[in-house]
Every structure is written in structure tokens, then in C-alpha cells.
């Protein structure tokens, strides 16, 4: 018996901006299983409290509601509702924006597969080098994995996992082959990006163990990098990526490379990032 | 479309528990996983001072005494029962490995279960008999900080015809199934029955709307059952009736009052262990 299974996917559009990358990465999904997808979009002027907003007790009960663009924003949301339509994806919209409170965005993390921000048009707002605070408030808040899309980029046809031994690049790990079993079966590339090239990496039997079975098409390297540039660098050469890492502020990863290695990488190369945390 | 699962299943060396091995090996053939038979024992307890005789001096040694009679056949036990969950496997269609592990018990699993999609255990599993009843210490150990979702076995186990998932609309018990849906996505397809406490009827269930929308993408059929009074005299109440079922617990959660009701709920649960219990927490 065929059994019809989707994901359940959240996708947030800022006010004013359509991310077509975060879109064309849903269609993609969707291609190759079925997406329930809910289309959320915020005014613009919430990002500051983004989701600190409802804290009863600390934060005062304003919604600091700015320059909301409504023409835009419908106009975005019927955009939405018309490639949905086109591509066949099973949508719900959000209609009540400017009541949606952002605890209740968060709320919604719990009972979502995954959510999947458009980053350029977050980092539209925020210089380059700064990291994005709505994007790491996001991740650091969210119920489910995170998908962080760029707006341009291949539909990736390989897999970067990025371990360090500890439990939350493990974690993620595990949570993207639940949730992407069919990207499983592509290339992956686990790399243990600390130390020198004649480290250990740790537990590499166990995790040798427990990946192969994931991802058959495996291999595992060292990468010997004291900065993150040239893991930049190397991230580069990789066309048709997506990167899979465990924590964006607080990993080992971040020490290593001063600013967030993910963040890095969102920055400069673009690749789609998907993090998971517990 | 399924992957393998790297299952981990925890014995006592010393005492196999041939129950909660049937039990691995039915989800190992469900989830066309191979089983990794983890067998525990507390070798810290054993450790004492002992006289080596070398060639030419006698020294003293900080560890097991391998010449003690009692630890040989402690030994042998360990082997034979190495041999009985192999061969348990093999009748069973089941692949299977071993990994022996030396030292504290919750320790080295909970360091395993990092690399693990799950983890079977069964609520008798006992290394320290001074802390006696169950769930024993080291079950609470492990269910607090493993880093996988774990299975308590059941006493007697035949099949599964129906989950039953215990809601309180708190943040773990919505995450647990979620988990649980990843690992075995084709149980979903059974009868999934939601247990409410003190809630009067589908409406009042926090976030009602989400979970069924949830469910409906897994094509899952949802059905509610309402208790009132104490919850976890009407949980253990409800599955006392209940005959291959499934539960799942979305326990032992982070704040400390939340942990304090699921702690009692999960370990009544556990006591009366005739189902088994998927338990996680974010």
C-alpha cells in the first residue's frame, strides 16, 4: 500500500521580501516527497524582538510595528499562494500578520518538521560581516531543524557533515537523515575540521559506525585548518552542497573560527546550511 | 527510502533479559536494522587491592582479581550469555554485533548513545543492587541523559496494534513524537490514540489544530481518549487495560516542574512495565 507522507514545513518571508531561494528550495523538496507547507510573513519592523516579544514579565507589551508595508506583504502573499498553486504544493498562508505574535512563530517550530529562512534577505538589512541577529535568534530558538537558504544556489547533490565529536553535531546529523532519507543516498563528506592532519578524530569508529548506516555513500576526512578561511575556501570548490552542522553560536566550530563557522559560510559561499539543535 | 537504524539494546553481562532481546529483535526487523547488543557490568565495584606475584617480586595491583574464582565465573557467564543473545539473533533473523564495555554502566551507555538512533533497555536491568525497585537508578540515569530516544522492553511482548501517545501539550511531549515518527515511520500507519488528562474534550488541547495538521501529513488516524483526575493514576489506570500497545512519553523534560510530574508519570509506567515505552526529550 502506498502510503502519502509529507513533512510539514514552516517558511518565513520578511514583509517586504520574497526569498525565492527559500521557495525554489521547497519546490525542490517537494519534488521528491510531498511538503504541507505554511507560509509565514512578518513585518519587517519585528526583527529586533523577534522572539522576545510576549516575554510577559520582562518585555513590555508592544509590538514595535514600524513601516509595514501591507500592499507588499499581500502582494508577496498572493505570489505564494499563486506558485503553490502552480507547483502543486499543498500551502496554508498566515493571513493575520500583523496580530501574529512571534511567540507564536516559535509555537509553531514545535509542530514543524523544519523551517526554512531566506537568508540574503535577512542579511539584506545587516552588513555582511555582522552576524544577523534574527538569524541566530531563529536558530537559537527554534523547535525544529533550521534550514538556512541563500538565493541562489544549486539544489544540493552532496552532503557536508560537519562533526567535532560533540553531541549537538551528532544530532544534527542523525536529524537530516530522518528528515532527508532520499538526499541520504548522495555523496556525503564527513569532516572533522579541528587539530592538525595527524589527530584523531574522536569516537571514529562509533561515528564511523553510525553514519555509514545513514549515509552509504560516505567518506571521512581531516581537515587541518587552523582558520576558517581556508575551509571557506575549500567549501567553495564543493558545487550542489548543503552543509549540516550541529550548533551556530556556541560550537567548537565557532571558537575554531572566530566568527560562526556556519555563518561563515552563509556569508561567503552561499551553500544552503541546515542546523539542528536540541 | 527507510535507512538503517544503529539500534543499541543494553544487557546486564550477567543476567541476560531474553524478553527485552525478543523485543530488540522484533524492532530490528521492523526497521530492517542491525541490533548492537550492548553488555554492562560494574567492574568498579570488583576493583580492590590486590598481590601480583611477578617472576621475580610480588607487587600490588589496583583492580579485578583475575584469579579469583568468583571472577572467573563471572567471566564464563558473560561469554555464555555473549553466546545466548548471538544465537538468539540468529534464530531470530537478526543481524546483530556486540560491543563489551568495561566500567560504570550509565556512564559508557550514555557515551554510546550519542552514535545511536535508539536505544532498548528493559526497566529490570539492575547493576547496583542497593538501589533496588524499578526503574533502578540506572534506568533513571539513562533516561535523563541519553542522547537518543530510548525503549524500555516490556516483560512479555507479542506485537504492536496501536500507539499510545500521552500529551500534555508541553514542548516535550510533541517532540517526542516527532522522534518517534522518524525512527518508525510505519507504526504511525496503526491506531494512534491521543491520552489527554484533565483536558474535557478535543478543543481544549493546547495547540490542537497544529498536532492535527501534524498528523494528517503523516497520514496518521488520530484518536482521542479523555481522563480525568490525578495524571498518573489515570495513565497507569488506562494502559493497565491495554494489551499490545505502544506507549510514548515525552518525559523527563527540562523544567524542574515539569520534570517532577513526568518523573512520577514515566516511573509508574515503568513499574508496571507490560508496555513498551518510547521515551525522548529535547
Not at chain 1, 502582494?75 to 502552480?86: A, E, V, W, Y
Not at chain 1, 567549501?235 to 549540516?244: F, L, M, P, T
Not at chain 2, 489506570?237 to 518523573?263: E, P, T
Request: hydrophobic residues 40%; negative net charge; glycine residues 4%.
Amino acid at each position: 500500500m502506498f502510503v502519502k507522507k509529507m513533512k510539514k514545513i514552516l517558511v518565513v518571508f520578511d514583509g517586504t521580501h520574497f526569498s525565492e531561494g527559500a521557495f525554489e528550495f521547497t519546490r525542490a523538496m517537494n519534488e521528491q516527497q510531498p511538503v504541507l507547507l505554511t507560509g509565514v510573513f512578518l513585518p519587517q519592523a519585528d526583527y529586533a524582538g523577534f522572539f522576545n516579544y510576549g516575554d510577559a514579565v520582562t518585555a513590555p507589551l508592544y509590538i514595535p510595528v514600524l513601516d509595514v508595508n501591507e500592499e507588499i506583504i499581500q502582494k508577496n502573499i498572493s505570489r505564494f499562494k499563486t506558485l503553490c498553486q502552480k507547483h502543486g504544493i499543498e500551502h496554508r498562508v498566515h493571513e493575520d500578520y500583523l496580530d501574529f505574535a512571534l511567540p507564536a512563530l516559535k509555537k509553531e517550530t514545535q509542530f514543524a518538521d523544519l523551517l526554512i529562512i531566506g537568508s540574503e534577505s535577512f542579511y539584506n538589512y545587516i552588513s555582511i560581516r555582522e552576524s544577523n541577529e534574527f538569524v541566530q535568534d531563529t536558530l537559537h530558538n527554534a523547535e525544529c531543524p533550521v534550514l538556512v537558504v541563500p538565493e541562489k544556489f544549486d539544489f544540493p547533490v552532496n552532503n557536508i557533515l560537519c562533526y567535532d565529536g560533540s553531541e549537538p553535531s551528532v544530532y544534527a546529523i542523525k536529524q537530516f537523515a530522518y528528515l532527508f532519507p532520499e538526499m541520504t543516498k548522495n555523496p556525503s563528506l564527513l569532516i572533522y575540521a579541528m587539530g592538525n592532519a595527524d589527530t584523531d578524530i574522536p569516537d571514529e569508529m562509533n561515528i564511523e559506525e553510525l553514519v555509514s548506516r545513514h549515509y552509504p555513500n560516505l567518506t571521512i576526512t581531516r581537515l587541518p585548518i587552523k582558520t576558517g578561511k581556508n575551509l571557506r575556501e575549500w567549501v567553495a570548490e564543493k558545487e550542489g552542497s548543503i552543509i549540516i552542522s550541529g550548533s551556530f553560536g556556541r560550537s567548537m566550530l565557532s571558537r575554531l573560527f572566530k566568527n560562526s563557522f556556519a555563518s561563515g559560510i552563509i556569508n561567503d559561499h552561499r551553500l544552503p546550511v541546515f542546523i539542528a539543535h536540541k | 527510502m527507510c535507512t538503517m537504524q544503529r539500534i543499541l539494546v543494553a544487557f546486564d553481562a550477567l543476567d541476560i533479559n531474553l524478553n527485552s532481546l525478543d523485543f530488540a529483535c522484533y524492532i530490528s526487523r521492523l526497521t530492517d536494522s542491525k541490533i548492537t547488543g550492548v553488555f554492562l557490568e560494574n567492574l568498579i565495584t570488583e576493583n580492590k587491592l590486590i598481590i601480583k606475584e611477578g617472576y621475580d617480586a610480588t607487587y600490588l595491583k589496583w583492580g579485578p582479581d583475575e584469579s579469583d574464582p568468583d571472577y572467573v565465573k563471572k567471566m564464563d557467564r558473560f561469554q555464555e550469555n555473549i553466546s545466548i543473545f548471538q544465537n538468539h539473533c540468529v534464530n531470530k533473523k537478526s543481524s546483530c554485533d556486540v560491543l563489551c564495555k568495561k566500567g560504570s554502566p550509565a556512564k559508557e551507555l550514555i557515551r554510546e548513545s550519542r552514535f545511536a538512533d535508539l536505544l532498548i533497555t528493559d526497566a529490570q536491568t539492575c547493576f547496583n543492587k542497593k538501589f533496588s525497585g524499578s526503574p533502578t537508578n540506572f534506568e533513571k540515569d539513562i533516561l535523563q541523559a541519553a542522547e537518543c530516544p530510548v525503549m524500555i522492553a516490556p516483560g512479555h511482548f507479542s506485537q504492536i496494534d496501536e500507539i499510545i501517545f500521552c500529551y500534555d501539550g508541553s514542548r516535550s511531549s510533541f517532540y517526542s513524537i516527532r522522534q518517534f515518527d522518524y525512527i518508525f515511520p510505519e507504526l504511525l500507519q496503526k491506531k494512534v490514540v491521543l491520552l489527554a488528562v484533565n483536558f474535557k474534550n478535543e478543543k481544549e488541547l493546547p495547540e490542537i489544530e497544529k498536532l492535527k495538521e501534524w498528523f494528517f501529513t503523516r497520514n496518521a488516524q488520530l484518536h482521542f481518549e479523555f481522563r480525568h483526575g490525578k495524571p498518573e493514576d489515570e495513565i497507569n489506570d488506562y494502559l493497565l487495560q491495554k494489551n499490545n500497545s505502544l506507549v510514548i512519553m515525552g518525559a523527563f523534560g527540562r523544567s524542574s516542574l515539569s520534570r517532577l510530574f513526568r518523573k512520577t508519570t514515566a516511573g509508574n509506567i515503568l513499574k508496571s512495565s507490560y508496555l513498551p515505552v518510547f521515551i525522548t526529550h529535547p
